[in-house]
């Protein structure tokens, strides 16, 4: 799975740079991991599809590489295709859900309204359960968290939009605009970041939909009182701030949350007990340098790799301490960067 984490660390999440991919070098047992682009993945694709915005990328049990984009961000000039009759020999959306196996050859699509569901408005998130399943999000107004077999049928949705707008991070049934979720087999669970809207992270039974239980940061119960924008200088926020951009669970249980805005990843048991934090580019302000995370493929998991969207670049952090040990990438359009 190493080609494929790395992969995943290069989606700044919800930006991919066109046909990058990236090959892990092989780790020595006292560093990180280190990277090199592989400008031609994925390969072509077939009957003029273009990628639009990459809004999340996964990697299944079977190392299979999986993306949710989309189709509806494609610029006017890039859907030429699209228009009755076509206008020029490029391009159009492919679906927004895609497979593809470690070389990039492109194994299945799908995604769209259907039967029993409605899409979501905005394509933002997607996670492979270990039994392949695929669960995807959106973070427009009503949208909620879906689950599909991996050829695309419905199986069930967490959350239910009741048609009302703006926060409420207590409503144990309403998501908000979520932006990430993660599984826990063992306990039947599915954590949601939620997210675009609300501040929280919150758990629930992943067959039955049934709300378990949700907190904001360091633990506390989450309030959606105006907070002030993020000062390096000043006392870190008791609350999250907007949006909860990620949730991850560790190989040991530990729970992963991305605080966007706040530059920071705070860390919990499954409670919701609070263990500790640490920033990343502190001095980051706008939209902030923890978009996403993964956690390396070494038995114990001693580095976390953030995706910074506002930076530009991948970050890796020894994950016992949040210590910087190294950086890559930066803002462009050229293959190693990110846009």
Not at 24 to 45: C, G, I, M, R, V
Not at 152 to 175: C, V
């Amino acid at each position: 799975m190493r080609r494929a984490l790395a992969i995943v660390s290069f989606v700044l999440a919800g930006a991919l740079a066109p046909g990058i991919a990236a090959a892990q070098q092989a780790a020595k047992a006292d560093s990180p991991p280190t990277f090199q682009p592989e400008p031609f993945w994925p390969k072509p694709l077939p009957e003029g599809w273009i990628l639009g915005q990459v809004a999340g990328i996964a990697v299944s049990p079977d190392d299979h590489i999986w993306i949710i984009h989309r189709p509806a961000s494609l610029l006017d000039d890039e859907k030429g295709l699209e228009k009755n009759p076509p206008e020029y020999k490029c391009c159009k959306a492919a679906p927004a859900v895609m497979e593809f196996d470690a070389e990039g050859n492109l194994l299945r699509h799908w995604g769209g309204p259907g039967a029993g569901f409605a899409w979501v408005k905005n394509e933002h998130g997607i996670h492979i359960d270990k039994d392949g399943s695929v669960w995807l999000g959106g973070n427009n107004d009503g949208d909620q968290i879906l689950h599909f077999t991996p050829d695309g049928k419905f199986i069930n949705q967490i959350g239910k939009d009741d048609g009302t707008k703006g926060p409420r991070s207590n409503d144990t049934a309403r998501l908000n605009r979520p932006a990430h979720m993660f599984t826990d087999e063992a306990a039947n669970e599915i954590y949601v970041a939620d997210g675009y809207g609300n501040r929280r992270v919150i758990v629930f039974d992943a067959k039955t939909g049934a709300y378990k239980r949700h907190w904001g940061a360091y633990g506390n119960v989450p309030n959606d009182d105006k907070q002030p924008p993020y000062s390096p200088t000043a006392e870190l926020s008791k609350q999250f701030s907007s949006p909860v951009h990620c949730v991850r669970i560790a190989n040991d249980g530990l729970v992963y949350v991305c605080d966007r805005q706040n530059n920071r990843i705070q860390v919990f048991q499954k409670d919701g007990k609070f263990v500790k934090e640490f920033q990343v580019e502190k001095a980051t302000l706008s939209n902030g340098s923890v978009w996403d995370l993964v956690l390396s493929e070494d038995k114990d998991q001693r580095f976390v790799f953030t995706a910074d969207g506002a930076n530009g670049q991948i970050t890796t952090l020894l994950r016992a301490t949040g210590e910087q040990l190294s950086q890559f990438g930066r803002h462009g359009r050229q293959a190693g960067q990110f846009k």
